[in-house]
T-cell receptor, first 115, second 111 residues
Framework: QKEVEQDPGPLSVPEGAIVSLNCTYSNSAFQYFMWYRQYSRKGPELLMYTYSSGNKEDGRFTAQVDKSSKYISLFIRDSQPSDSATYLCAMTPEGLTDSWGKLQFGAGTQVVVTP | SQTIHQWPATLVQPVGSPLSLECTVEGTSNPNLYWYRQAAGRGLQLLFYSVGIGQISSEVPQNLSASRPQDRQFILSSKKLLLSDSGFYLC??????????FGQGTRLTVV
């Protein structure tokens, strides 16, 4: 069983709709939860991260973490065609700063926002 | 500002040939460096990480090796490529914060 599960999609939505993405995980030691966005043939870039449980909002993006259910979500409001990309969840246990880049990634969900 | 360079962008190599992918970071000192591989539908898998010159940790057994000859240089190598080594290879760096910064990746096809 993978430590992080993520539906690969593709997920197709019309422009302006809410995009809902999620991941489940099995390692209860995970404390930092991140969402990366990856455009085709490019390296991933960090969208946002949350620590432990709760919600975090940044513009049109909202990240949620439910540690009791081992479930994280990313919502994109008012989706735009430029949001079309692969979204990867990633997570890491709390520890020394030398481990920030040692991330466990989900498979990534391909999102297509149609005009 | 910090930048990460990774090359080549695309590579087609025959089975059994050697491999050398290079990654360099500018604008920071003593970064943590990482090599990830991304296979289709499987997300990113951490292959190697390094916290300093000559210090390499391997996360999974494989046909690949890594070296860090200089503070901001990270090299991924293989003596003999296998078909299963095909994939998208990404170098990344981090330093004392939550974000890992990725290069643009090398798409390797072993034929």
């Amino acid at each position: 069983q993978k430590e992080v599960e993520q539906d690969p999609g593709p997920l197709s939505v019309p422009e302006g709709a809410i995009v809902s993405l999620n991941c489940t995980y099995s390692n209860s030691a995970f404390q930092y939860f991140m969402w990366y966005r990856q455009y085709s043939r490019k390296g991933p870039e960090l969208l946002m991260y949350t620590y432990s449980s709760g919600n975090k909002e940044d513009g049109r993006f909202t990240a949620q973490v439910d540690k009791s259910s081992k479930y994280i979500s990313l919502f994109i409001r008012d989706s735009q065609p430029s949001d079309s990309a692969t979204y990867l969840c990633a997570m890491t246990p709390e520890g020394l700063t030398d481990s920030w880049g040692k991330l466990q990634f989900g498979a990534g969900t391909q999102v297509v926002v149609t005009p | 500002s910090q930048t990460i360079h990774q090359w080549p962008a695309t590579l087609v190599q025959p089975v059994g040939s050697p491999l050398s992918l290079e990654c360099t970071v500018e604008g920071t000192s003593n970064p943590n460096l990482y090599w990830y591989r991304q296979a289709a539908g499987r997300g990113l898998q951490l292959l190697f990480y390094s916290v300093g010159i000559g210090q390499i940790s391997s996360e999974v057994p494989q046909n690949l090796s890594a070296s860090r000859p200089q503070d901001r240089q990270f090299i991924l190598s293989s003596k003999k490529l296998l078909l299963s080594d095909s994939g998208f290879y990404l170098c990344a760096w981090s330093y004392g914060n939550i974000e890992a910064f990725f290069g643009q990746g090398t798409r390797l096809t072993v034929v």
